[in-house]
């Protein structure tokens, strides 16, 4: 379970013709998409060094060995970039997320479940520098993909609380998917902001936590009853 805050009431659509000036361009062909994953690699490089909002499109283009014109092929602006790293992120974190609690093993143990859930997501910020950068950005610019991100992960933890806990009220579920979700979130948050010593002693103390709270939901509705 990672990095995201709770759904925020939908800001109003973009018009049609910002849509369209903010949207990356789709590649049609597999050199295409290399090509957009080899930009999208130079701009993380590009954000962890000068920042999000100090990068520039000529920076990105330097970086990545291409031309202004090869780079406005598939971005019309930095916007469109950050906006395409924020899908990239956010497919990272549900595939991240679902490897580490499987619906087919709902019968972890709660100590080996969450050991599983935030060392998964501490190796995804840990292995993407400019994560942070990038998702301030997107709730900035362009919330709806953390909004669907969000909703993704609520929905993942609920399927997986209904499986554990059959005998767990349906309001209750929904609570602690929610609650869970952010309670994950809120402490990679904190733990990718610490040095390594310290940020493991953040992620033991959230660990003991979750443990004694389903702990207590192992209890009063026993794992799989």
């Known amino acids: 379970m990672p990095k995201t805050t709770p759904s925020a009431p939908a800001p109003a659509p973009a018009s049609e013709p910002e849509a369209r000036e903010r949207a990356p361009r789709a590649p049609q062909?597999?050199?295409?998409?290399?090509?957009?994953?080899?930009?999208?690699?130079?701009?993380?490089?590009?954000?962890?060094?000068?920042?999000?909002?100090a990068a520039t499109m000529?920076?990105?283009?330097?970086?990545?060995?291409?031309?202004?014109?090869?780079?406005?092929?598939?971005?019309p602006n930095k916007d469109a970039v950050v906006e395409a790293l924020g899908a990239r992120y956010a497919d990272a974190v549900r595939d991240t997320?679902?490897?580490?609690?499987?619906?087919?093993?709902?019968?972890?143990?709660?100590?080996?479940?969450f050991q599983r859930i935030l060392q998964a997501q501490v190796k995804l910020i840990e292995r993407t520098p400019a994560f942070d950068a990038v998702h301030e950005a997107v709730q900035r610019n362009c919330p709806a993909?953390?909004?669907?991100?969000?909703?993704?992960?609520?929905?993942?933890?609920?399927?997986?609380?209904?499986?554990?806990?059959?005998?767990?009220p349906t309001e209750v579920r929904i609570a602690?998917?929610?609650?869970?979700?952010?309670?994950?979130?809120?402490?990679?948050?904190?733990?990718?902001?610490?040095?390594?010593?310290?940020?493991?002693?953040?992620?033991?103390?959230?660990?003991?936590?979750?443990?004694?709270?389903?702990s207590q939901y192992d209890a009063r509705y026993g794992a799989g009853a």
């Open 29 to 53: 062909q597999e050199r295409g998409q290399r090509r957009v994953e080899q930009i999208l690699d130079a701009a993380e490089q590009v954000f962890v060094e000068q920042g999000v909002g």
């Open 58 to 75: 000529q920076m990105i283009a330097e970086r990545a060995g291409a031309s202004m014109g090869s780079l406005y092929h598939f971005f």
């Open 97 to 113: 997320n679902q490897k580490a609690m499987p619906l087919e093993q709902v019968h972890l143990p709660a100590e080996q479940l």
């Open 145 to 168: 993909i953390n909004d669907a991100l969000n909703q993704a992960l609520v929905g993942h933890v609920g399927q997986f609380l209904a499986l554990r806990y059959p005998k767990m």
């Open 176 to 214: 602690s998917a929610m609650v869970s979700v952010k309670m994950v979130h809120t402490v990679v948050e904190l733990a990718s902001q610490l040095p390594p010593g310290h940020r493991m002693q953040v992620i033991n103390e959230a660990h003991r936590m979750l443990v004694a709270h389903y």
